[in-house]
Every structure is written in structure tokens, then in C-alpha cells.
């Protein structure tokens, strides 16, 4: 952690910062997957998951050629096996930088946007914007499977601890849910509240240790991405699965909200939006 957050020194995270309105993508700050990955113990060259990083951007504007303020929601889906993620402040300020930057049509922002971040996360991102009246015809998705958060459990670790995990016995194929996460950022130590999405065949899960060992990310430091990646590693490596997905929707900050995805069936997933983003 301690190499990781050297290397964040040089991000705006947790400092002042200008918020700059003429394009500039020198403000995209990427951080590499390596070190992390590595201290879950996973093979770089071989991952145990498929997946992708699904952003909105609630925030993005340009100026037509007539000076008219254009609106856009984006959607940005970042490959798993990218190099890097971006980091989100970084994001927010180059998205921003958009703001009173004439552009000559809508295709024009769609190349730049799917350059600069291309060239950020070392990997080619899909990007799709679309209009207020767009994103409303899509709405909101109920969260899928048990929701666990109604059950009577003690909880009194809020550190991570996987160790909390316990098998109930036999087998399951299973969707279950959580809106109780919560962990904070690596840097700011900023709140992350999220619903996580746990679906699985194989050796049964203990509801009850499944809930309380959401609860243990309650104090923990780590960014979305890193979160979920945990979790999957520690499901994959406490039970035997023969299928495991696992991804989390993160409640929007700074105009942006991340919402990691996780499996190991090497499938195009939906693009959710919950009642809290």
C-alpha cells in the first residue's frame, strides 16, 4: 500500500484543485492494477476473472459552435485487463475541462474522450453519451436476488476480515445482494457506499458470515475497483465455486459513479443503474 500511495502523490487527490473549463488531458491521472493485484496473489498473466469498470459521468458539457451549452450523460466501460484505472478526481477535472471547449459536433467529443481514456487506462474503453431523455427512458434496476440486510446478525468488526466467511453445507446456485457496503477512499478517506451483487454455484455460503464480512469493509481503505477484485478473491479462494460473479454499484461522487464488475463466465454484462446513483 505504502509503494501504491507514493506513486498517488502526484494525483489531486486530497488537494486544493483549479478547475480548469478549456480542454486539457494532461489532467487524467492513471494508477496501475499491478500492485494490487499482486497483493491479492493473483496471476497477472492469467486472471481468474473476466469483467469490466462501468462509469457515468453525470457531468459533461461542451460548447457547440454556436457557443450553446451541450448536455451529455457518458457511459465509459473500461476492459478488466487494462494496465490501469483512472482515478476519479482526476477524471472529474478532465471532464470539466470540457466545459467551455468549443466542439464542432457530438461525433468530435466522442473521439477525443475515447482517445485521451484509451490512452489513460492503456486499453481501448467503450463510450457511449446519451441525452437526459435517454438515460430517463432507461431508469433504475431493482437489484437482483435475496437481499441480506434484513437479517437479525451481531456485528462488531468493521476492518476487513475474511476470515468472517463460513460455508453453510451442501451446494447452491444463488443471486444475493447487500446495500450495507461501505468502504472509504485509499487516499482521502472519503465514503464509498455501494450495493454489492454476489452470484454463485457451487459450495453454499453462510448468509449470515456473507453479511457480516460485507459489514468488515466498513473502515477499510481501497478503491472501488480494489474492492470488488477483494472480494472475488476471497469468495473464489474460501469456497469451491464452479461459477462466481460478483460486482458492486457505487452511489455517484463528483459527478461520477463506479460500478466494477467481476466473473468468471466471459460474457458482455447489462449496464445497471440502481435507485441510489
Same mark, same amino acid.
Given at each position: 500500500?505504502?509503494?501504491?500511495?507514493?506513486?498517488?502523490?502526484?494525483?489531486?487527490?486530497?488537494?486544493?484543485?483549479?478547475?480548469?473549463?478549456?480542454?486539457?488531458?494532461?489532467?487524467?491521472?492513471?494508477?496501475?492494477?499491478?500492485?494490487?493485484?499482486?497483493?491479492?496473489?493473483?496471476?497477472?498473466?492469467?486472471?481468474?476473472?473476466?469483467?469490466?469498470?462501468?462509469?457515468?459521468?453525470?457531468?459533461?458539457?461542451?460548447?457547440?459552435?454556436?457557443?450553446?451549452?451541450?448536455?451529455?450523460?457518458?457511459?465509459?466501460?473500461?476492459? =478488466?485487463?487494462?494496465?490501469?484505472?483512472?482515478?476519479?478526481?482526476?477524471?472529474?477535472?478532465?471532464?470539466?475541462?470540457?466545459?467551455?471547449?468549443?466542439?464542432?459536433?457530438?461525433?468530435?467529443?466522442?473521439?477525443?474522450?475515447?482517445?485521451?481514456?484509451?490512452?489513460?487506462?492503456?486499453?481501448?474503453?467503450?463510450?457511449?453519451?446519451?441525452?437526459?431523455?435517454?438515460?430517463?427512458?432507461?431508469? =433504475?434496476?431493482?437489484?437482483?436476488?435475496?437481499?441480506?440486510?434484513?437479517?437479525?446478525?451481531?456485528?462488531?468488526?468493521?476492518?476487513?476480515?475474511?476470515?468472517?466467511?463460513?460455508?453453510?453445507?451442501?451446494?447452491?446456485?444463488?443471486?444475493?445482494?447487500?446495500?450495507?457496503?461501505?468502504?472509504?477512499?485509499?487516499?482521502?478517506?472519503?465514503?464509498?457506499?455501494?450495493?454489492?451483487?454476489?452470484?454463485?454455484?457451487?459450495?453454499?455460503?453462510?448468509?449470515?458470515?456473507?453479511? @457480516?464480512?460485507?459489514?468488515?469493509?466498513?473502515?477499510?481503505?481501497?478503491?472501488?475497483?480494489?474492492?470488488?477484485?477483494?472480494?472475488?478473491?476471497?469468495?473464489?479462494?474460501?469456497?469451491?465455486?464452479?461459477?462466481?460473479?460478483?460486482?458492486?454499484?457505487?452511489?455517484?461522487?463528483?459527478?461520477?459513479?463506479?460500478?466494477?464488475?467481476?466473473?468468471?463466465?466471459?460474457?458482455?454484462?447489462? @449496464?445497471?443503474?440502481?435507485?441510489?446513483?
Amino acid at each position: 500500500m505504502d509503494n501504491m500511495l507514493g506513486k498517488l502523490d502526484n494525483s489531486p487527490l486530497g488537494k486544493k484543485s483549479q478547475y480548469e473549463t478549456q480542454y486539457n488531458p494532461d489532467l487524467l491521472f492513471p494508477i496501475t492494477r499491478e500492485g494490487k493485484r499482486k497483493a491479492l496473489g493473483l496471476n497477472l498473466q492469467s486472471l481468474p476473472f473476466y469483467g469490466r469498470d462501468l462509469w457515468y459521468a453525470y457531468e459533461l458539457s461542451w460548447l457547440d459552435t454556436k457557443g450553446k451549452p451541450m448536455v451529455r450523460i457518458g457511459a465509459f466501460e473500461l476492459p =478488466f485487463d487494462t494496465p490501469n484505472i483512472i482515478e476519479s478526481k482526476s477524471f472529474k477535472l478532465y471532464l470539466n475541462s470540457f466545459n467551455q471547449t468549443v466542439f464542432a459536433d457530438e461525433a468530435c467529443v466522442h473521439r477525443v474522450l475515447t482517445k485521451d481514456l484509451s490512452a489513460a487506462a492503456g486499453g481501448d474503453i467503450s463510450i457511449t453519451l446519451m441525452t437526459i431523455e435517454a438515460l430517463e427512458a432507461i431508469g =433504475f434496476h431493482q437489484a437482483p436476488g435475496k437481499c441480506l440486510d434484513d437479517m437479525d446478525i451481531e456485528v462488531n468488526c468493521y476492518d476487513y476480515a475474511p476470515s468472517l466467511l463460513k460455508k453453510a453445507g451442501g451446494q447452491a446456485k444463488e443471486v444475493l445482494c447487500s446495500h450495507l457496503l461501505k468502504s472509504n477512499c485509499l487516499v482521502t478517506g472519503q465514503p464509498d457506499w455501494g450495493s454489492l451483487v454476489i452470484e454463485y454455484e457451487g459450495e453454499a455460503i453462510d448468509h449470515a458470515s456473507l453479511l @457480516q464480512y460485507i459489514c468488515s469493509f466498513r473502515e477499510h481503505h481501497e478503491f472501488h475497483e480494489q474492492c470488488v477484485e477483494r472480494v472475488f478473491t476471497d469468495l473464489i479462494n474460501a469456497f469451491q465455486l464452479y461459477e462466481l460473479t460478483v460486482y458492486a454499484q457505487y452511489i455517484r461522487r463528483g459527478g461520477l459513479d463506479i460500478n466494477p464488475w467481476r466473473s468468471t463466465k466471459n460474457i458482455i454484462p447489462e @449496464q445497471h443503474r440502481f435507485i441510489r446513483q
